[in-house]
């Protein structure tokens, strides 16, 4: 179960979500595009949406009792502590009589397996959501080419039609944590500029086409096959992220 303590962040997240959406008009517009630098800031805005509620799956995914490695070394407040103090003391004994090196090692790479950014990041998507929410998580995410080319009678091209690939659940999911990732540690912003530039386009309206309901969608990355790389789009984002935090959380 998810600390209060814990709830309270991920809401208080959640509101600055809400906040920056509404003023969402503020980063539209055709006259913030920089033709030098073919950069509109749309696309920073809507990436630092993306990555604020992915950062809620690392506090959701969190063990209650998360503690910093350096601190899970030494603490010995056994009153407090007591099962984290437990579970380092198993991990110590059951590495002994390594070298220091290959200890250290064994040890940190323990200390990961319960604590890391990846694996809280994993455990929210794998076990803290309901498989209804998980669905909705994946199927949000899509995966195209433009390698089929449909012709005219006559062979020439007419157009190239988009032909989805569907990627497995696992790679989906590692196109989640490489884009939060990238967010933090590379300052790479995954989105495009599309909401920028036509401002009228509501990424949160769909459209019937052919009795079907279709949703806008954002280019984020491109996966590779060979030496082709093809784009991972969105739908929904961050709204269907923030629906799935908010069940998560209730």
């Known amino acids: 179960m998810l600390s209060v303590e814990k709830r309270n962040l991920v809401l208080q997240r959640i509101i600055l979500i809400k906040?920056?959406?509404?003023?969402?008009?503020?980063?539209?517009?055709?006259?913030?595009?920089?033709?030098?630098?073919?950069?509109?800031?749309?696309?920073?805005?809507?990436?630092?949406?993306?990555?604020?509620?992915?950062?809620?799956?690392?506090?959701?995914?969190?063990?209650?009792?998360?503690?910093?490695?350096?601190?899970?070394?030494?603490?010995?407040?056994?009153?407090?502590?007591?099962?984290?103090?437990?579970?380092?003391?198993?991990?110590?004994?059951?590495?002994?009589?390594?070298?220091?090196?290959?200890?250290?090692?064994?040890?940190?790479?323990?200390?990961?397996?319960?604590y890391s950014v990846k694996n809280s990041f994993y455990c929210f998507m794998r076990e803290r959501i309901t498989i209804a929410n998980k669905d909705k998580l994946i199927n949000s995410i899509h995966f195209s080419t433009n390698e089929k080319i449909i012709n005219h009678a006559d062979g020439t091209p007419m157009y190239s039609q988009n032909i989805e690939i569907i990627p497995g659940t696992e790679e989906k999911e590692k196109f989640l944590f490489k884009i939060r990732n990238n967010f933090t540690h590379q300052g790479i912003s995954n989105s495009d500029i599309?909401?920028?530039?036509?401002?009228?386009?509501?990424?949160?309206?769909?459209?019937?086409?052919?009795?079907?309901?279709?949703?806008?969608?954002?280019?984020?990355?491109?996966?590779?096959?060979?030496?082709?790389?093809?784009?991972?789009?969105?739908?929904?984002?961050?709204?269907?992220?923030?629906?799935i935090i908010e069940d998560a959380i209730k």
């Not at 696309?43 to 995914?61: H, P, Q, R, S, V």
């Not at 949160?204 to 030496?227: A, H, M, Q, R």
């Open 19 to 114: 906040k920056l959406i509404a003023i969402e008009g503020s980063f539209k517009g055709l006259k913030f595009y920089s033709l030098e630098n073919d950069h509109h800031p749309y696309k920073d805005y809507a990436a630092l949406l993306n990555y604020l509620a992915l950062t809620c799956f690392d506090i959701i995914g969190q063990p209650n009792e998360y503690m910093p490695f350096e601190t899970w070394l030494s603490v010995n407040k056994k009153e407090k502590y007591r099962s984290i103090i437990k579970e380092r003391d198993i991990i110590f004994k059951r590495n002994e009589g390594k070298g220091s090196l290959a200890m250290m090692k064994a040890v940190l790479g323990e200390y990961n397996e319960i």
């Open 194 to 243: 599309l909401g920028g530039m036509i401002p009228w386009v509501d990424l949160n309206k769909s459209t019937i086409v052919s009795g079907k309901e279709v949703w806008p969608l954002v280019t984020t990355d491109f996966y590779s096959i060979g030496d082709k790389n093809f784009p991972f789009s969105v739908e929904r984002w961050p709204y269907i992220l923030i629906e």
